[in-house]
């Protein structure tokens, strides 16, 4: 069984950055493409960015690209998300999540479906 468990979140000013960590039980952590995604009030969940699973392989939202940097320690289990130049509509549950095995390519895994294990999430707000 996999867990996954958010952490990291928390209220943040405009222009300000904030670090997320995900660890992950289990040993398959590294062996398999690990994503964020996030989900503001009253809106779908959306794709933030993937990462492959020796984190040489990256892509991000276009929304956050250039702000945000996804990354990972397969030593440590653990997947990161910092955040730099946040802005108010970045406020919402960030959710780390494991590929499914199989499927599509992370250049185009940014679907629900393509990922089978998910955190409980961790709140950010970014105040204006």
């Known amino acids: 069984q996999v867990q996954l468990v958010e952490s990291g979140g928390g209220l943040v000013q405009t222009g300000g950055s904030l670090t997320l960590s995900c660890a992950a039980s289990?040993?398959?952590?590294?062996?398999?493409?690990m994503a964020w995604f996030r989900q503001a009030p009253g809106k779908e969940r959306e794709f933030v960015a993937v990462i492959n699973w020796s984190g040489t392989s990256t892509y991000y939202a276009d929304s956050v690209k250039g702000r945000f940097t996804i990354s990972r320690d397969n030593a440590k289990n653990s997947l990161y998300l910092q955040m730099n130049s946040m802005k108010p509509e970045d406020s919402a549950v960030y959710y780390c999540?494991?590929?499914?095995?199989?499927?599509?390519?992370?250049?185009?895994?940014?679907?629900?479906?393509?990922?089978?294990?998910w955190g409980q999430g961790t709140q950010v707000t970014v105040s204006s």
């Open positions: 999540a494991r590929k499914a095995p199989g499927g599509t390519t992370i250049a185009t895994a940014r679907g629900l479906y393509d990922y089978d294990y």
């Open positions: 289990g040993r398959s952590f590294g062996n398999h493409a």
